[in-house]
């Protein structure tokens, strides 16, 4: 029987291959079939030989999103992905596309990996980061075909505003981040925070609305909640207008 199969994640590769490419192969006696192995808390698909989550560099660069791809497919972005159930479920819908999401929560991230590697998906990759900070210094310049951003908090205590994600400059760097074209797609169950986005994107004028249309995407986990409970989702569609605010 073959041997089972067993991948680790090295940063620097003596070949010099880029550390997003580099896996070493082992094999554990007498185990016939792949096993996913979890080493020092990043997670990987045995059956694609691919990484999952990224772990960049440097925090200060932005991420070479072709060579962590290793194609030039649509790239599309789930920010504050969660456990991963819509990045899962629409890389395996749209295997045409990239999905890169991104999440703070380590417990979310790696359920979202342990997930996916199950599914033996290439297409799909996960981000551990804030979405503030991500949107604005860790994604290149008119790379992201579309923005996925799903029920954010709504910190709804007038003291806690400040924490909201979307504000002016979150819609300039998502905007400097999109191919010409590039869409932000914004769900939300919380009215006052949907009325006060819809007139930030307004007032910025770098979007121009569009009719929502679901497009095939699967609902998060959230998304099921209301409506189960048929409560009210108020939806955004924006896109890129050509100017650049940089």
């Known amino acids: 029987m073959p041997g089972k199969e067993r991948w680790r994640f090295l940063r620097r590769g003596s070949d010099g291959a880029s550390p997003y490419q580099t896996l070493v192969r082992g ?12 080493n020092i808390n990043k997670c990987y698909s045995p059956v694609v030989d691919e990484l999952i989550e990224i772990f960049p560099q440097s925090i200060l660069e932005p991420l070479p999103l072709s060579e962590i791809f290793q194609n030039d497919r649509p790239i599309e972005v789930d920010l504050g992905s969660g456990p991963g159930k819509f990045l899962i479920e629409a890389a ?24 996916g590697a199950r599914t033996g998906l290439t297409n ?12 604005r210094y860790m994604l290149p310049r008119n790379a992201v075909w579309r923005f996925h951003l799903y029920f954010p908090d709504p910190w709804p205590k007038r003291r806690h505003q400040a924490r909201r994600v979307v504000d002016g400059e979150f819609f300039n760097a998502i905007c400097c981040s999109l191919v010409n074209g590039g869409e932000l797609w914004i769900k939300t169950d919380h009215q006052e925070y949907f009325g006060k986005i819809a007139l930030v994107a307004e007032r910025s004028h770098l979007w ?7 497009e095939g995407y699967p609902a998060t986990d959230f998304e099921e909640q209301f409506l189960a409970k048929q409560l009210p989702i108020y939806r955004l569609r924006l896109r890129k207008r050509s100017s650049d605010p940089r």
């Open 27 to 38: 094999t554990i006696k007498g185990e016939a079939t792949p096993r996913f192995v979890n």
């Open 92 to 115: 395996q819908k749209f295997p045409e596309r990239n999905f890169l999401g991104v999440e703070r929560l380590l417990g979310r991230v790696r359920k979202t990996c342990r997930n």
């Open 124 to 135: 799909l990759r996960v981000l551990r980061s804030e979405i503030d900070y991500t949107v």
């Open 208 to 214: 121009s609305p569009l009719t929502w249309a679901e």
